[in-house]
């Protein structure tokens, strides 16, 4: 979608009671302020009787310019006619300085016109904080297949992308894996093991995918592992077998992610860091600052000189790198492909990590606020009332693979995408599955199949959609339904600024309510009066388009039959 952005109805608003303010003020209604006057906020009212939009202004107001809030309240009031009456029917000021606003019917077919006619530029906002932004997320290790539990990144991280996208913001999404290291020498092992008829070491890996890795091994490592006859060959060999599988295991991360839509930019492996000298130039740069010193063979940085309870080892006494050391260097490497901002989407269990990798961003002389963490609380999944494990190690776990086997990728990106990342999920798979209305997903997608529907009969009947909405709109059903349909480039909004997509699936659920029940009380295809036909077939239409729109924007399919 290229098409450009128009102010939505909030911000127009928004700035009409700012210039109504202003009016005001330079007419000598209000005094002038002797300070800078607080920024004007509106809100829908909780009663939709009091009007479709409602600030507080006067309020915030009444101290700077000693006045009361009533009488603020009154003048602004005033002045609101000769800004923008098109935009605004009625004003009202209610106690104790609340100003209730209703949208003119006008303002509200312009925008049910815009829906209709430009459906793809439909919920596009103008740009909210443009920048460039690293998405780093998934990141699992190579040693098993994406479980429901780690893969939850997946989820948070591909709607977050979409979102910050749908802002106007440049993402570059980042999946970095760890290539190296103990984990991937007990995965080694424990493929080299069944090779032998051995038992599976303790801390190696047991699941099933094991046994699958160990029968594709290739015959040449095959043969080296049932010849082997020393530690020696033993270590060289399970090193080599490690990476091997490893790599097969990454290949079939790369599938999952693929068949859930997820896709990713840039795959940055650890070993590469260390490899093309991005962590010794960053513990060096560290080291100018004087943020680095020696202590018992080992290299730490100073991180307590950031708020830490405790400083941080970047190289081990025997001169081994720590993951943290990897951290550092991943985030130098990171600006210097030019990012404004970084994004890390990690477990909750990577908590203690948060303010070492910040506090050394500052110490190399970096912006901390340019390195945000979301932590992702855990998937509790459930079948038939009972807790899976999911454990790698333990073999027993659900696979994202089985998943969206089960349930389907609509229902999976759904769910996760209905819950704040920091909300812990008890996943449902029966509900998940359960195509009736108990089914949120279910029930947002038969809205729009049922659009699509009537749209099709409209046609047989010779019925096409009429833009021209006004006439039909102070009638209740209509009403209501494009009311509705009008929020919806402020859900897209703040979910750009609250980095969420939580309050877009409610506004699709809410949606879907207000068609099903504008449907009821309004016969859309009625041939006997084309004209009010037409009319309310551009309102089923506007709500088909920004349905379809809302699940675009989370990765989810918009049916046009169920």
Known sequence: MTARAEPFLRKRVRDTIDAALVGALESGALPRPESALPPVEIEHPANPEHGDFASNVALKLARPLRRSP????????????????ALIRSVDVAAPGFLNLRLGDAALAAEIRRAVETPDAWGRVPPVNPRHVNVEFV??????????????????????????????????????????GGQITNLGASVVALVRGESIPDDGYHGAYVHDLAVGLPSELRDAAAALDTAEARAELTDRVGRWAAACVRDGIEASLARLGVRFDVWKSEASLHDEGWVERAVERLR????????????????????????????????????FAADIGYVAEKFARGFDHLIYIWGADHHGTVARVRNAAEAMGYDRERVQVLLYSWVRFVRDGVEVSMSKRAGEFVTLD?????????????????????????????????????NPVYYVQYAHARIASIVRRAADSSLAPDADVEPILPAPPEAALAREIIRFPEVVEDAVLAEETQGITAYATELATQFHAFYRDARVVDPSDPA?????????????????NALGLLGISAPESM
């Open 532 to 548: 009010r036909s037409g009319r309310r077939l551009a309102l089923a239409r506007a709500a088909q388009v920004t349905l379809a």
């Open 288 to 323: 100018e600052r004087g943020h680095v010193y020696v202590q018992d063979g080992a290299t730490w940085f100073r991180s307590t000189a950031f708020g830490d309870d405790k400083d941080r080892v970047i190289h081990r006494s025997d001169g081994r790198p720590t993951y």
């Open 70 to 85: 009533l009488e603020i309240a009154r003048a602004i009031a005033t002045a609101l006619p000769s800004v923008d009456g």
């Open 402 to 438: 089985e998943l969206l086997a089960e349930v389907g990728v609509d229902a999976a990106r759904w769910f996760f995408a209905s819950r704040a990342h920091t909300s812990a999920i008890d996943f449902d798979i029966e509900l998940a599955k359960r195509q009736s209305n108990e």
């Open 139 to 180: 990141s699992a290790n190579p040693t098993g297949p994406l479980t429901i539990g780690n893969a939850r990144g997946a989820f948070v991280g591909d709607l977050l992308s979409r979102v910050l996208e749908a802002g106007g913001q440049r993402v570059t999404r980042e999946y970095y894996f760890n290539d190296a």
